[in-house]
């Protein structure tokens, strides 16, 4: 089994530290190595059958699962050498990485990352599984809005970016399903025309519900009948939210879309 090292790791479209991103991976997450060239490796993640390219260093060869696991809930959330915050930081992470939890103690969770390294987090910066856990729809799309408020105006837009250190448009929607469990493709375009969705009408808009623009080169999430909250570079490239109904986003919208809860 391979998996990611780095708290966010970039596959570029070819094999060079200067290429463009096609999408991010995350620490923990679970790849098939396609091929070896020299110091780098094509692979292809093995959540949403994603390809690219990454340096060989950011690939290890474990066997990481971890049943019950606490998960990052804050947009950085840090990870200690000792239980104490003058302690030296190790590592910083982003929302959704899955930790191994070694002890607790008040404040203070010793966990151990998928890449092995054990430190201590702050309790207040995670969450239990269960979190992402609902028996009702309207729980669960309470629970997608609540995560996706935290990213509003405070993480940036970046190509390529599917983390809450930066996303794009379909890496930001995608990001908050996948922290529900719920699968989806990766790109808007196949989002928007994949097995996941289904088309509504703009009467019928409720929260978690996705919205698609011209060509299916955006997206953004619904968090009420009124606005949507999206990754984009429009007046300023942020994760910000717009009213469905602005002229500005209304007349390039061409598909109301719902998940197949």
């Known amino acids: 089994m391979s998996i990611l090292k780095y708290p966010v790791v970039k596959l570029l479209d070819t094999p060079n530290a200067l290429a463009s991103t096609v999408t991010e991976g995350k620490m923990g997450e679970s790849v098939t190595v396609l091929e070896e060239l020299g110091d780098w490796l094509e692979i292809q993640t093995d959540w949403d059958n994603y390809p690219g390219f990454v340096p060989k260093e950011t690939v290890a060869n474990l066997e990481w699962q971890v049943e019950n696991p606490l998960i990052t809930a804050s947009l950085t959330s840090l990870v200690y050498l000792e239980a104490k915050v003058q302690s030296p930081i190790l590592q910083r992470l982003p929302i959704g990485i899955k930790l191994t939890l070694l002890e607790s103690s008040d404040c203070w969770f010793k966990v151990q990352l998928p890449e ?20 009702s ?6 629970s997608l809005v609540a995560w996706a408020l935290k990213f509003n105006k405070a993480v940036p837009y970046v190509w390529g970016g599917t983390s809450s250190f930066g996303t794009d ?5 995608q990001h908050l399903y996948r922290l529900h469990n719920l699968p989806l493709e990766r790109d808007a375009s196949e989002q928007g025309t994949g097995k996941h969705l289904v088309n509504i009408q703009r009467g ?17 999430m619904a968090i009420s009948h009124f606005d949507f909250i999206h990754a984009t570079t429009n007046t300023k490239p942020v994760v910000q939210i717009s009213q469905i109904d602005d002229p500005h986003w209304a007349t390039q919208t061409i598909q109301y879309s719902r998940y197949k809860f």
């Open 137 to 142: 729809l309207p729980k669960l799309r309470a």
């Open 116 to 135: 092995g390294t054990i430190g201590y987090i702050q309790k207040g910066d995670t969450v239990l599984e269960e979190a992402f856990q609902f028996t």
């Open 169 to 173: 448009c379909s890496g930001f929607v």
């Open 204 to 220: 019928d808009i409720l929260p978690g519900d996705l919205i698609f623009f011209t060509g299916f080169s955006h997206v953004g």
